[in-house]
């Protein structure tokens, strides 16, 4: 009760000016530090199109001029962080995209139901790429196709339903497709 008093007399033996001003400094002290912060931050992250092209060899002459928009670096630094924060996240690089996924247990005997159930996929739809995957807490799991679009993977969820009842879609991480084939 006798700090509450004591603070409460100091508190009134200040003038009211007193207190703005350290109120003030504290103020700009918070701003200062959260405006720095920031631009640290985002100093690193930022990426020059000219910098991605800079030659690997010093022994090579020419001069490569590129003119744009600042913009576009925004963007293309954007993206390669958005990259990096997939491969952040899940391990492995790729773009966001659909999956179907034919089995999922935990049971006892998941590992050998799970290989049984990929051997039957590939057995009736050898052209499509299948994947195993564990998840914890002992999860094996079958995911069939990489997918851009829901559109494309309902396409052949049509036809893998027929054969495996239980299959859904899934939305995951997909391999980068192969632009060359047509």
Do not use: H, W
């Amino acid at each position: 009760m006798e700090k509450i008093n004591k603070s409460r007399k100091y508190l009134s033996n200040l003038s009211g000016n007193d207190y703005f001003c350290g109120m003030i400094r504290n103020v700009i002290f918070f701003f200062s530090i959260l405006f720095f912060s920031t631009g640290i931050i985002t100093a690193q992250a930022f990426v020059k199109t000219a910098e991605l092209f800079k030659p690997s060899d010093n022994n090579l002459q020419g001069q490569l001029r590129i003119l744009q928009d600042p913009s576009i670096d925004s963007l293309i630094s954007r993206y390669i962080l958005k990259n990096e924060n997939i491969y952040r996240d899940n391990g492995r690089y790729g773009m966001k995209g659909f999956r179907i996924q034919i089995y999922s247990s935990s049971n006892r005997n998941a590992r050998e139901e799970s290989n049984k159930a990929r051997a039957a996929f590939i057995s009736k739809f050898p052209d499509i790429v299948s994947y195993a995957l564990y998840a914890e807490p002992g999860y094996f799991k079958i995911r069939v196709g990489d997918f851009r679009t829901k559109t494309e993977a309902t396409r052949l969820f049509l036809l893998v339903s027929k054969e495996f009842p239980d299959a859904y879609l899934v939305p995951d991480i997909i391999n980068f497709p192969d632009l060359n084939t047509k």
